[in-house]
């Protein structure tokens, strides 16, 4: 089992940034390849981007290409997402997820809320 808590969620307005945290515990984290995904009131949970293993291979999605920089830390155990110039369409909750194959995800946090206002 893998337990997943993200945190660094509020409300910034249009333009401004955050920075989410997922700290993952109960397993090897250098062994699950991470991902973001965000959903949004009254739509389904989207892919938002995801990171390799060593952190060194990563992918977005096109809404926040260029916006938004996926990381990880193996040595502490927590990946992050850097969110830079925020967009109302962003707001939705955000959910860090593990799997040990690509695009397939077996443990989910509980989200964090990222609002962004105008």
């Known amino acids: 089992q893998v337990q997943l808590v993200e945190s660094g969620g509020g409300l910034v307005q249009t333009g401004g940034s955050l920075r989410l945290s997922c700290a993952a515990s109960g397993r090897t984290f250098s062994n699950y390849i991470m991902g973001w995904f965000r959903q949004a009131p009254g739509k389904e949970r989207e892919f938002v981007a995801s990171i390799s293993r060593s952190g060194g291979s990563t992918y977005s999605a096109d809404s926040v290409r260029g916006r938004f920089t996926i990381s990880r830390d193996n040595a502490k155990n927590t990946m992050y997402l850097e969110m830079n110039s925020l967009k109302l369409e962003d707001t939705a909750v955000y959910y860090c997820?593990?799997?040990?194959?690509?695009?397939?995800?077996?443990?989910w946090g509980q989200g964090t809320q990222v609002t962004v206002s105008s």
């Open positions: 997820a593990a799997g040990r194959i690509f695009n397939k995800y077996d443990y």
